[in-house]
């Protein structure tokens, strides 16, 4: 039995993981025609049976523009490739000009949805009260939000890492229940390493993934266990698989490298 030995230097015996998700974050890239190609391709390197879930080893999703959702949708389906978007609105329906609701998501294929991603957080002003209507609005409309937590590098420098995350954490989860571990991913995303180039050491991230996953114990109790939590920020196929050995890393949220199928399948093949 593998025991984990967290920042804290309490132990916690082995918990059981889910398969690994690997997860494409497309951003604002690629027309909707050259994701159908994207997809096609995807689909030709899989190993023939996969269609239960994409690769054996590792459970392949794409986050798309919300133009690409309703074709990249049929296009994956019954591929084992899922689909999501990459944001959701706050409210179910109404009022809201240029807004895109959960169920409108869920009706278009989408499975997943990612919520507080940095980038927003950054440049369209989500705080914590926001991203927490959105992860609640994301899982009423039957969405699975990958909830995106982090720390500029001004925060790590001052060694408020753990603070920082823990405080994203709280805000967005206040208030959710939790039956079901399936139906929550966290991305650990450091700020610093996302689009940069520069990735958090193997360690670091684990250690943070490790603090993240005993909020989510102490919240959630066993529930948390199972939750699986991603790591985000330049991942690419030369970091992934020391990335993904680590204990409490299920898997990868993957900006840049998502773009090149080549460089999602390799990530995918590194998931222990
Ligand atoms: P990156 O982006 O892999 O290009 O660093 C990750 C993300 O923003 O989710």
């Keep these: 039995m593998s025991i984990d030995t967290h920042q804290s230097g309490e132990t916690h015996p082995a918990r059981p993981r889910a398969r690994a998700l690997i997860a494409g974050n497309w951003k604002m890239n690629k027309l909707p025609s050259e994701a159908a190609a994207w997809l096609r391709e995807l689909q030709a390197a899989l190993p023939a049976g996969a269609a239960s879930g994409g690769s054996a080893k590792a459970e392949l999703l794409v986050l798309v523009p919300f133009t690409h959702l309703p074709g990249m949708a049929k296009l994956a389906f019954g591929t084992g490739i899922g689909v999501g978007a990459q944001d959701v609105s706050s409210h179910a329906s109404g009022a809201y000009t240029g807004e895109v609701a959960g169920p409108m998501l869920r009706d278009a294929g989408a499975t997943y949805v990612i919520v507080g991603h940095s980038e927003r957080r950054a440049y369209h002003h989500e705080d914590d009260t926001l991203v927490n209507a959105k992860v609640k609005a994301a899982t009423a409309a039957g969405l699975v939000p990958i909830l995106c937590v982090g720390e500029s590098r001004a925060e790590r420098d001052a060694g408020a890492a753990s603070t920082v995350v823990l405080a994203q954490l709280a805000g967005a989860l206040e208030g959710l229940d939790l039956a079901n ?81 080549s460089d999602l399948l390799a990530i995918a093949e590194a998931a222990a």
């Design 181 to 261: 571990p399936a139906a929550l991913v966290v991305a650990y995303e450091p700020v610093w390493a996302i689009g940069t180039g520069l990735t958090a050491t193997a360690d670091d991230a684990q250690e943070m993934s490790a603090v993240i996953r005993d909020a989510l114990r102490e919240r959630y109790g066993a529930v948390g266990d199972e939750v699986r939590v991603l790591y985000g920020g330049s991942m690419k196929p030369s970091n992934a698989a020391e990335l993904m050995s680590k204990p409490d890393i299920d898997g990868g949220l993957i900006g840049g490298a998502s773009l090149a199928v």
